[in-house]
Nanobody, 120 residues
Framework: QVHVDESGGGLVQPGGSLRLACRAS????????MDWYRQAPGKKRELVAE???????TYSDSVKGRFTISRDNAENTVYLQMNMLKPEDTAVYYC??????????????WGQGTQVTVSS
């Protein structure tokens, strides 16, 4: 069993910053991908940023230049630094971890989500 825990959401004014953290724990042999998604009310969940074990990082066009994803492999933790936040960034942010367990089965594991609200 793999557990994924997010933290760092909250209320921030437009132009402000927040840093989200996500830590995976449990039966993990190797993590392949750690992603951040978000879902705004009435909208589909969308991929925000992802980091692969080989070092490749991708961002959605809507956050490129404002958000930075980083990873601490020793701690099985991924961060999302969000700068120059806009009201349209308001959403529940979810962490996804794709990892091999001790049995070499590859699974996708989700956190419970953390609310980010950008409002004056």
């Amino acid at each position: 069993q793999v557990h994924v825990d997010e933290s760092g959401g909250g209320l921030v004014q437009p132009g402000g910053s927040l840093r989200l953290a996500c830590r995976a724990s449990g039966d993990i042999r190797s993590i392949k991908v750690m992603d951040w998604y978000r879902q705004a009310p009435g909208k589909k969940r969308e991929l925000v940023a992802e980091t692969f074990s080989g070092g490749i990082i991708t961002y959605s066009d809507s956050v490129k230049g404002r958000f930075t994803i980083s990873r601490d492999n020793a701690e099985n933790t991924v961060y999302l630094q969000m700068n120059m936040l806009k009201p349209e960034d308001t959403a529940v942010y979810y962490c996804n971890v794709r990892a091999f367990g001790s049995d070499w089965n590859l699974g996708d594991y989700w956190g419970q989500g953390t609310q980010v609200t950008v409002s004056s």
